[in-house]
Nanobody, 122 residues
């Protein structure tokens, strides 16, 4: 099975930036499309971003469009989420996800990371 480990979360002031990383446990990373989801307190899990195997096609949820950028490095078995212009509303636990098809919904996710906390202060 694929194991995903997120890192890079933390506390940042509104308007600031963070970069999240997700690393896999083995060479199977290149077989999966990758994505990011988030879940804020009292809310359901929300799609954030996804990228296909090639790294060429990228997709974003409407709430982060123009502010977040997803990328992947197959040689390093890693996917990243660059978050700019952060808002307090972005505060959530962010989860890395892998899927044989593009992971944009729970049904299309085959493997989940355990999450990393992002907190944006006012």
């Amino acid at each position: 099975q694929v194991q995903l480990v997120e890192s890079g979360g933390g506390l940042v002031q509104a308007g600031g930036s963070l970069r999240l990383s997700c690393e896999t446990s083995g060479p199977t990373f290149s077989n999966y499309a990758m994505g990011w989801f988030r879940q804020a307190p009292g809310k359901e899990r929300e799609f954030v971003a996804a990228v296909r195997l090639s790294g060429w096609d990228k997709y974003y949820g409407g709430s982060v469009e123009g502010r977040f950028t997803i990328s992947r490095d197959n040689a390093k078995n890693a996917v990243y989420l660059q978050m700019n212009s952060l808002k307090p509303e972005d505060t959530a636990v962010y989860y890395c996800a892998a899927g044989k098809t593009l992971p944009r919904t729970d049904a299309t996710v085959d493997y989940w990371g355990q999450g990393t906390q992002v907190t944006v202060s006012s």
